[in-house]
């Protein structure tokens, strides 16, 4: 009888104990994370250049609201996006040495202006600081008949960082 009740407070004590140990984890994030590189193919190691940056969604909401023209909007959700250059770059004409930076943009008509930075780890762009600024460079800006949910980066075939959300499209010019 004593093996029994000895055994029953031994699989007991692991049953709760395993309970009030077992991690918690938050549900999906609204606006995931993602990656966008150059060259593309996951066959290609060797990558010239690497955005991280988080895609919210529209949502019924318009792209004036979320990243508000004439102002310095992080390029994404949550965190600012970070862009890493793994050889010397030109972008937007300018020379950018390699490295992570924090990526801002400011949306325009016709145009947006693209900001390198230098300080990483913010999150959105309430700590933006101008005098950390590496580059600043303007993009083109279009329209396209395909609408896309979800903010998103992709590089073309000529390296070039091709932003999307809604209608609105911005190519920026990288050259490695």
Do not use: C, H
Request: overall charge neutral; proline content about 3%; charged content about 20%.
């Amino acid at each position: 009888m004593k093996r029994i009740f000895s055994l029953a407070i031994l699989i007991l004590s692991l049953v709760f104990s395993t309970e009030s140990t077992a991690q918690k984890f938050s549900g999906l994030d609204k606006s995931p994370a993602d990656i966008a590189s150059y060259p593309s193919s996951y066959r290609v190691s060797d990558k010239s250049v690497r955005v991280i940056y988080s895609r919210p969604q529209l949502k019924g909401r318009s792209l004036a609201d979320l990243a508000p023209a004439g102002k310095v909007w992080r390029t994404g959700a949550n965190e600012a996006a970070e862009i890493t250059f793994y050889k010397d770059a030109t972008v937007g004409g300018k020379a950018v040495k390699a490295g992570t930076y924090s990526m801002f943009t400011i949306p325009g008509d016709g145009e947006w202006t693209v900001i390198l930075n230098g300080n990483l780890n913010q999150w959105g762009a309430y700590s933006y600081d101008s005098a950390a600024d590496v580059a600043r460079v303007e993009a083109k800006a279009s329209s396209d008949s395909e609408s896309l949910e979800a903010f998103s980066m992709a590089f073309d075939d000529n390296g070039n960082l091709v932003m999307g959300w809604g209608t609105t499209r911005v190519s920026l010019a990288i050259s490695i």
